[in-house]
């Protein structure tokens, strides 16, 4: 099963506007990852946070995390069409072997 | 540079045949993971292989079974197929096998594994 969970499930906006999902996990993290699909393909790695960060950014993807919490957002500025894919949060197991991803959001932008 | 590439793109088995799907990791690189992912859901571990040993497996019965090659070439193999079996199969590449340190994983394009 998943153990991390992804709100919202779901998620569709129009072109220009911001997109933010989250992410809640249960374990104590090292760092979360996040990672974008683009129709049923292959993952891409979008950003990791380490767990002393508290904020990251890259281009116009901003990524928090709230240790206390066991949450982390990522937010995606002036939103485009070529945006619209699955976004998934993961992190490593206590041994470090494996990345468990959660269920994922699926992001549909309008143009 | 070539990145991660799968083999075949698509398969359509029947149940109870068997299938291997191969992974060929990026050059240099010596681990290989796999994943399952069910339509709707996240990727699933399975299995990861470093210098041709598994480093750890998931929550799969052993009708999966996978191995590494002297040139980290990868293959999964799945027995006895049920229905419960289609998904689409991924296969990720790290340059070691400890991703605690963390070495980011590059993901093949997957094979999309239909069993009828």
């Known amino acids: 099963s998943q153990q991390g969970e992804e709100d919202p499930q779901a998620l569709s906006i129009q072109e220009g506007e911001n997109a933010t999902m989250n992410c809640s996990y249960k374990?104590?993290?090292?760092?979360l990852q996040w990672y974008r699909q683009n129709s049923g393909r292959g993952l891409v790695h979008l950003i990791l946070?380490?767990?002393?960060?508290r904020e990251k950014h890259s281009g116009r993807l901003r990524v928090t995390l709230d240790t206390s919490k066991k949450s982390s957002s990522l937010l995606i500025t002036a939103s485009r069409a070529a945006d619209t894919a699955s976004y998934f949060c993961a992190r490593l197991n206590t041994g470090g072997f494996k990345t468990i991803f959660g269920a994922g959001t699926r992001l549909f932008v309008k143009a | 540079d070539a990145g991660v590439t799968q083999s075949p793109t698509h398969l359509i088995k029947t149940r109870g045949q068997q299938v291997t799907l191969r992974c060929s990791p990026i050059?240099?690189?010596?681990?290989v993971s796999w994943y399952q992912q069910v339509l709707g859901q996240g990727p699933q571990f399975i299995f990861q292989y470093y210098e041709k040993e598994e480093r750890g497996r998931g929550n799969f019965p052993d009708r999966f079974s996978a191995r590494q090659f002297p040139n980290y070439s990868s293959e999964l193999n799945v027995n006895a197929l049920l229905l419960g079996d289609s998904a689409l199969y991924l296969c990720?590449?790290?340059?070691?096998?400890?991703?605690?340190?963390?070495?980011?994983?590059?993901f093949g394009p997957g094979t999309r594994l239909t069993v009828l």
């Open positions: 946070i380490r767990s002393n960060e």
């Open positions: 050059s240099g690189h010596k681990s």
């Open positions: 374990t104590s993290i090292n760092n």
């Open positions: 990720a590449s790290t340059g070691t096998g400890d991703i605690r340190s963390y070495n980011e994983q590059f």
